[in-house]
């Protein structure tokens, strides 16, 4: 499996950005993906989840209520709509898979790096 994703960049406080997360090999029937972040010296947090035939969500905390995580099943591809961010959002965000009714995030795409400025 292959997962590539996409669409970091540079944007100022309380803008938006949409990242994407290509998967191909998979078909995603019942398995999760999700998206974490990984900024230098600080654990790996996780922070959107989706299991793509229920549709089911779960968010951290810290992103709660500003990013949506949202699975086009026809593309093979989850996104993060990420609106009202904060400098503190700045970080490599890195999507992940597991298989179909697992419950590890086996396999891992390369990250986009998100800057935002104040």
């Known amino acids: 499996f292959q997962l590539q994703a996409s669409g970091g960049g540079l944007v100022q406080a309380g803008g938006s950005l949409r990242l994407s997360c290509a998967v191909s090999?998979?078909?995603?029937?019942?398995?999760?993906i999700a998206w974490f972040r990984q900024v230098p010296g600080k654990e790996r947090e996780g922070i959107a989840c989706i299991v793509s035939d229920s549709d089911d969500t779960v968010y951290s905390d810290s992103v709660k209520g500003r990013f949506t995580i949202a699975s086009d099943n026809a593309k093979n591809t989850v996104y993060l709509q990420m609106n009202s961010l904060k400098p503190e959002d700045t970080a490599v965000y890195l999507c992940?898979?597991?298989?179909?009714?697992?419950?590890?995030?086996?396999?891992w795409g390369q990250g986009t790096e998100v800057t935002v400025s104040s």
């Open positions: 992940a898979a597991t298989l179909p009714g697992g419950a590890s995030f086996r396999y």
């Open positions: 090999g998979l078909t995603f029937g019942n398995s999760a």
